[in-house]
């Protein structure tokens, strides 16, 4: 078709784009609608074996869409225009721990995205150089404008635990529900169990026992910091416990390159090879004091 050639040659779009295009976009609509017509017109003619034209004509339709089905996603890539895999963190919540903590995410090369409707939070988290979302996660303007490209995870970090529950509810099927998580607001501490909202509708607990808002915000302020531990045969998760009682761990990256959370629901014990994402006191043991093999604290 004319017309649409002149759209693809005449569009915006690179050559890149345009070979994918012209690899998984032929459907062999056109051909499937008239095969039937020059099939009775040969027919008419005398042409013997017309009639195998429209089942031919369907079997290389079949065929090609099924041969593009398995290549497309290699062709992407080897061009350079597949979307990049999920493993970013949309962030709820811009608050001074949620920045330390996407600061370090972003850190270790994982995309954040955090979504708050407190302008002075966005503000000081632009100041920062992370990515930002100034509206309500769960709102419709949310919905056309969010860019979620590249993101996998949901981190619910907001003071609101009712906004927290309903971001949970609202990404547990684009995400998954084992890549939701969330941190325990201070009410569900000092309420019975009759007030609080329950596990499944919240996402994994994060961190420890303790670990609310509340308190990791005023870790933060009272200049608490994030560090960097790799844990090794020569210095332990254990033996970084007992040097740093105050510390809270808050997630790992293995061998691997995988992220391990601290989730309530789940033991956790980092392994060596692994580097240990925490929070702790200002006056903690520096690598000199506790490094062997390599262990040791750093800032993240």
């Known amino acids: ?37 020059f099939s009775i017109k040969l027919e008419e003619q005398g042409v013997e074996n017309a009639e195998m034209l429209v089942p031919l004509t369907f079997s290389v339709i079949i065929g090609t869409v099924v041969w593009q089905s398995f290549t497309a996603r290699p062709l992407a890539r080897w061009l350079g225009v597949a979307e990049p895999e999920p493993r970013g963190f949309l962030i709820v919540g811009a608050n001074s721990f949620a920045r330390k903590l996407a600061k370090s995410l972003q850190e270790w090369n994982y ?58 509810w609202k990404y547990r099927h684009e995400f ?41 915000v005023r870790m933060i302020n009272t200049d608490y910091q994030m560090k960097v531990t790799r844990i090794t045969e020569n210095f332990k998760y254990s033996d970084f416990l007992n040097l740093n009682p105050d510390a809270v761990p808050l997630l790992a990256m293995n061998e691997q390159g995988k992220l391990v959370f601290v989730v309530r629901s789940k033991e956790f014990i980092a392994q060596p090879g692994w580097s240990l994402l925490s929070l702790t006191t200002p006056n903690a043991p520096k690598e000199k004091d506790t490094s062997k093999d390599s262990g040791g604290t750093s800032n993240a």
Request: glycine share 6%; hydrophobic share 40%.
């Open 1 to 37: 078709n004319n017309t649409e050639l002149s759209f693809v040659v005449n569009s915006t779009l690179n050559w890149k784009d345009k070979a994918l295009l012209a690899w998984i976009a032929p459907r062999g609509i056109v051909a499937a609608a008239i095969s039937a017509l």
């Open 176 to 216: 998954g529900r084992e890549n939701i998580f969330s941190l325990q607001a201070l009410e569900d501490v000092n309420s019975s169990e009759k007030h609080q909202v329950s596990d499944e509708q919240k996402g994994q607990m994060l961190f420890g026992e303790g670990a609310t808002y509340t308190s990791l």
């Open 111 to 168: 995309r954040t995205l955090l979504v708050d409707t407190n302008w002075e939070y966005i503000r000081a988290a632009r100041m920062e150089g992370l990515e930002t979302f100034y509206g309500n996660p769960i709102s419709a303007y949310a919905d056309r404008k969010l860019d979620l490209v590249g993101i996998g995870y949901l981190l619910s970090l907001s003071p609101q635990r009712d906004l927290n529950v309903l971001a949970t």
